[in-house]
């Protein structure tokens, strides 16, 4: 989205990739807000994708009762459905193809080294060195970017994904899962030819990714799914910044800039973050053809004040939100009440932000479920202390 942006604009853009096309472990869920991003980039509608009907949500350790289905806005893709599951081999490609067109370099080499060099920045590959103005890191959770200029992810940041693509099932609904195993989810994600179904969980607790595996594989079998389809495994790092401290993050330095995964751009609670990369990269472009020796400067401050304390809010829902007695109550007001399926809607689509998210329940009367949402406490791991969540 960056190179596509600036290349639009006239900037001369080399847009390094060495793995495309390619798949990644991914849902491959994007929302209608991710998709209303890029509706002047790419013609979505033209792309082989699932536009999920409704999603089927349960509670953990549930029977029959505990089950929730919500019919998702289905309006096409032309005209903005809540959720559409793309290959990231499909969608990826079409937004390198479409920089390219836009004017971009495609150099399908492997970055090995980045460094600042007097005022240039030198990107090596094994087949030569380049100089650059500036380098925006778009290169996910072990970005050799923010590692060189800046830090790894520690390990609070982080979560773990881990299952199975279920090549030759198929399904229309994606089904959600709140894990008692552990505080997480699982979910079923339905692709053109597969389903991509996983665990997720934050990486300091104890489960492992084999055990993660071993509950997929366990919902999976649940459902049959496994008779007459090939089980190809999967597991991830996924970085949340809003696990850590908004005031301690960083965003970009002289002469470069973390876009995406690279940035801890996920988030928390539902571990999106395809809308936040493109976001990211748009806003990266912005501020270098607004002014670029301020760049990375501005860039950082606008996460701060626009992306980061969204993602703090989510780290703190996400706390209460994986505790079974709190996600029980959510898939009853799921069942029970309109008010609180259009709030999920809207979730779902990436249309309805943490902020203001209390007021919204009140005002749905579910006095319960707000009620617990605005004042409910929770334990933090490894502490004796409580906290209120920050809405």
Known sequence: MAAIRLARAGAPVWLFDASHPREKACGGG?????????????????????????????????????????DLIDRGLSSGSSLVVLSRTVFDSAL????????????????????????????????????????????????????????????AE??????????????????????????????????????????????????????????????????????????????????????????????????????????????????????????????????LLHSPGLAANAYDRRLKEEMYPELNRAAALSRMFFSPRFSKLFVAALQNSGPIREVFRDLVAGTQPYRGLKRRLLATREWTLAGRTALMAVRFPGRQRLRPFPF
């Open 96 to 155: 390198v193809e479409a920089a390219v067109k836009s004017g971009a370099r495609l150099i399908a080499e492997r970055v090995a080294f980045v460094a600042r060099r007097n005022r240039a920045m030198v990107i090596t590959t094994p087949q030569g060195e380049y100089e650059a103005d500036f380098v925006i890191g778009a290169d996910g959770a072990n970005s050799l970017v923010r590692r060189t200029f800046w830090r790894p992810f520690t390990r």
């Open 158 to 287: 982080l979560s773990i994904a881990a299952g199975y693509f279920v090549h030759g099932a198929r399904a229309s609904e994606i089904a959600i899962r709140c894990t008692a195993e552990q505080p997480g989810y699982l979910w079923s994600f339905p692709r053109a030819d597969h389903l991509a179904v996983g665990v997720c969980t934050r990486a300091t607790g104890h489960a492992t990714a084999g055990e993660l595996r071993a509950q997929s594989l366990a919902w999976i079998a649940s459902r049959a799914l496994q008779h007459g389809a090939r089980l190809e495994p999967y597991a991830w790092p996924i970085p949340s910044a809003g696990f850590g401290d908004a005031g301690g993050l960083v965003g970009g330095g002289p002469g470069w800039i973390l876009a995406g995964d690279a940035a801890g751009l996920v988030d928390p609670l539902t571990r999106e973050g395809i809308s936040y990369a493109l976001s990211s990269g748009r806003w990266a472009a912005e501020a």
């Open 30 to 70: 994007v929302t209608g807000r991710a998709l209303a991003s890029i509706a002047d980039v790419v013609d979505v509608a033209a792309l082989p994708a699932v536009v999920v009907a409704s999603a089927t949500v349960e509670a953990p350790a549930s029977g029959i009762h505990g089950h929730a289905r919500v």
